[in-house]
């Protein structure tokens, strides 16, 4: 499989011994992945690469929230899929996930449960019909 056609995610997590180990258990796993260790490279990312799945950590740096990001990712591209990671989460935090719909994966995170869930929103995004406007 070349690089191409491997699904590219965007990881977002500004702990850089959390960053690297997810790339590198992802990328053993198949997957493409573009690291970010702050909202604003997350930023970048978005801008300049097709990501088609973005992993991203509640807690940034400052006041930035992994729920910023998702939401500023989905205004660029409304089908792309995200997973929010968290160590921490209140029940709002919680209950805004959910109503956004996006999956939340509490730290320290079951790998194996990491795999399904990224596996399973990347196929549902396949599935869906592609009417995203130009």
Not at 36 to 57: G, I, N
Not at 82 to 96: D, N, P, V
């Amino acid at each position: 499989m070349n690089a191409a056609s491997k699904p590219h995610l965007l990881v977002v997590d500004d702990e850089p011994a959390v960053l690297i180990t997810y790339q590198l258990i992802l990328e053993q796993k198949g997957y493409r992945v573009s690291p970010a260790s702050s909202s604003q490279e997350a930023y970048q990312t978005l801008r300049s690469e097709k990501v088609d799945l973005l992993v991203c950590d509640l807690s940034l740096e400052h006041s930035e929230s992994g729920f910023e990001v998702i939401e500023s990712a989905k205004r660029e591209n409304p089908l792309l899929p995200s997973l929010l990671i968290t160590g921490y989460a209140t029940e709002t935090a919680i209950q805004k996930a959910e109503d956004s719909g996006v999956p939340v994966l509490f730290k320290p995170i079951d790998i194996q449960e990491l795999f399904e869930t990224i596996a399973s929103l990347l196929r549902n995004t396949r599935e869906q019909p592609q009417t995203r406007g130009a």
